[in-house]
């Protein structure tokens, strides 16, 4: 069974962004505001709406996607705390709706209703929510809910301990994603979503959370940011830092995915991240649409990479599914509910 | 020849701290301000301070160093633009003296006395001392004066244009370097400094700067960040956005070192960037300082790397030597006047 982990729902249906325009015009012109939050969406339109990801997910041999809101969507920094929780109970119940319409393609994920300056205990409502009432596996959490400020406290201050100790309770990971940027220096998906990874990835070096919280689950992104690609950089600061090697400082915890969008970094992944850590996906239909004219694929079929890779059929299998399934164990709790 | 283009004066006397220490109390209290920028430092306390670098430089078989002011030291977000520009000037005069003491050893760049919200043009005057009077041979411009808050504008904004006027009437380079960073959530060598390489590396992606300045030189350290990492995916993006192929788009212009502290790293870097693109750099003695117990050598002893790489004899020699002369052409004429 090949499970993508990391896809967002990129091809909403124009309904969705209607709202959100009266939404956030409703700030500036109380007029304006949407009259509902039924936006009206027929379940027709919404299996319409993820065809594009369906006929990718059956042309490329996927089975599964993990699937949660736009990232760049989230945009936690836009309007106020309300502002945030009335889109973001929205956009998870319509992933909530997609994944009930189509279970056997998709899982959900949720984002949460993070605000700049706002404690993330605020979120645990919403937390709770996705997970107990939506079955969802897991959670997107934006490490720097202000936008490219980068305003809060960094992931592994006390600050963010509430949402910890519910992530435990609940047996769920967390994906650590940033969301759109309103910094001019960082452009979108080229530097934020990279720079969010390895960002989060140093916080984790730098203190002992998973001291603190033996069960926590993290998944970085984008192949770890720069992570592997500096991997013998951050052994050797956590080394300098007296911090215990990497393998039991953190990777215990902390999960990358496979979106490296060509074979040279997948193989660099591989060969210095151990096989446990690794979980395939694509983030497919995402931040690169395009074909590469060297392969004759796109981009994000990160698919081929990993069947090209020279692993043993058990390590493959790790990374295409039994490492989701450790990660993620509600989502194997319900793969074994419907016997697979 | 084995030039190193990327070190830094790490293992500066104690004068030089304890001036700085006087010259920012200074801002609290006048009263505390250095009596004079003469630090008393003797010819022999300088040579004396570097024996680190030149014994590793020995010993890992290096010969020339390209030298700068400590990066972390730059500070460029701390106090005021005329502490900026005095302290700036004190580093670069050491810089310079220590290069005319080993002129085997150790060759030239500078700092500029940047400021946050201040225009880049204000460092003309110094990049020309620099150049004209001191002989340096490129300089570090930080693309986020700010510290770690990126409240500048981007590189390709024309704010930056009239720095990049003169780096290419002076025809020297510039290696793209942060400092340190005063923004809890960026470790300095950990974070802040491979998002710099990333971020300043999208941003050229972005723009069109080279089609202003078609001789404009750009150095990216730390291996590119994690561009070469995330290669396919940047081609990618540029491609999406309608860009040229970036070996047209920036690599007639820009430039990534070998500042990756492990093989596997190394070894994406020269699989995925042109090695005409490739400048030999260690970053010695720097940012990680241990030895790798899986290797018995240093982390940052990059030479060790390359020479492993399956390399012609002509490529190892552009990566060691000949890009080197050729991105730096007033590093060339010097040594052509020493007859190397």
Same mark, same amino acid.
């Given at each position: 069974?090949?499970?993508?982990?990391?896809?967002?729902?990129?091809?909403?249906?124009? !309904? =969705?962004?209607?709202?959100?325009?009266?939404?956030?015009?409703?700030?500036?012109?109380? !007029?304006?505001?949407? *009259?509902?939050?039924?936006?009206?969406?027929?379940?027709?339109?919404?299996?319409?709406?993820?065809?594009?990801?369906?006929?990718?997910?059956?042309?490329? *041999?996927?089975?599964?996607?993990?699937?949660?809101?736009?990232?760049?969507?989230?945009?936690?920094?836009?309007?106020?705390?309300?502002?945030?929780?009335?889109?973001?109970?929205?956009?998870?119940?319509?992933?909530?709706?997609?994944?009930?319409?189509?279970?056997?393609?998709?899982?959900?994920?949720?984002?949460?209703?993070?605000?700049?300056?706002?404690?993330? /205990?605020?979120?645990?409502?919403?937390?709770?929510?996705?997970?107990?009432? =939506?079955?969802?596996?897991?959670?997107?959490?934006?490490? &720097?809910?202000?936008?490219?400020?980068?305003?809060?406290?960094?992931?592994?201050?006390?600050?963010?301990?509430?949402?910890?100790? /519910?992530?435990?309770? =609940?047996?769920?990971?967390?994906?650590?994603?940033?969301?759109?940027?309103?910094?001019?220096?960082?452009?979108?998906?080229?530097?934020?979503?990279?720079?969010?990874?390895?960002?989060?990835?140093?916080?984790?070096?730098?203190?002992?959370?998973?001291?603190?919280?033996?069960?926590?689950?993290?998944?970085?992104?984008?192949?770890?940011?720069?992570?592997?690609?500096?991997?013998?950089?951050?052994?050797?600061? !956590?080394?300098?830092?007296?911090?215990?090697?990497?393998?039991?400082?953190?990777?215990?915890?902390?999960?990358? &995915?496979?979106?490296?969008?060509?074979?040279?970094?997948?193989?660099?992944?591989?060969?210095?991240?151990?096989?446990?850590?690794?979980?395939?996906?694509?983030?497919?239909?995402?931040?690169?649409?395009?074909? &590469?004219?060297?392969?004759?694929?796109?981009?994000?079929?990160? /698919?081929?990479?990993?069947?090209?890779?020279?692993?043993?059929?058990?390590?493959?299998?790790?990374?295409?599914? *039994?490492?989701?399934?450790?990660?993620?164990?509600?989502? &194997?709790?319900?793969?074994? /509910?419907?016997?697979?």
């Amino acid at each position: 069974m090949i499970i993508d982990i990391h896809g967002h729902y990129t091809t909403e249906p124009q !309904a =969705l962004h209607t709202f959100r325009d009266k939404q956030l015009a409703g700030l500036a012109d109380s !007029a304006r505001k949407p *009259g509902s939050t039924d936006l009206g969406i027929s379940d027709e339109t919404l299996v319409k709406s993820v065809e594009p990801q369906l006929k990718f997910q059956k042309e490329r *041999g996927g089975d599964l996607t993990i699937f949660s809101p736009r990232a760049g969507g989230m945009a936690h920094h836009v309007g106020t705390e309300a502002i945030s929780r009335e889109w973001t109970t929205i956009c998870n119940d319509l992933i909530h709706r997609i994944c009930t319409l189509l279970p056997d393609s998709f899982v959900g994920v949720g984002q949460l209703p993070q605000f700049p300056g706002v404690p993330p /205990k605020n979120c645990i409502p919403e937390l709770e929510r996705i997970v107990n009432k =939506l079955g969802f596996v897991g959670v997107n959490l934006n490490p &720097d809910p202000s936008g490219g400020m980068w305003t809060d406290p960094p992931l592994i201050d006390k600050y963010w301990y509430p949402i910890y100790e /519910k992530l435990c309770e =609940l047996d769920v990971p967390a994906m650590i994603h940033v969301s759109s940027s309103c910094n001019p220096n960082f452009h979108h998906t080229g530097a934020h979503y990279i720079n969010g990874d390895t960002t989060a990835f140093m916080q984790l070096i730098q203190g002992n959370l998973f001291k603190d919280f033996p069960t926590l689950r993290f998944v970085i992104p984008h192949g770890g940011g720069a992570a592997p690609y500096h991997w013998g950089r951050y052994r050797g600061l !956590a080394q300098d830092m007296k911090r215990p090697l990497l393998k039991d400082h953190l990777l215990k915890n902390v999960f990358f &995915d496979t979106c490296v969008y060509h074979l040279p970094g997948i193989e660099l992944l591989a060969k210095v991240i151990p096989v446990d850590n690794i979980l395939f996906a694509s983030e497919m239909v995402g931040a690169v649409k395009g074909i &590469d004219p060297e392969t004759g694929h796109h981009y994000d079929d990160t /698919k081929r990479y990993v069947d090209l890779l020279r692993l043993g059929e058990k390590d493959r299998e790790k990374i295409f599914e *039994g490492n989701a399934r450790r990660v993620y164990p509600r989502l &194997d709790a319900l793969l074994k /509910k419907r016997k697979k």
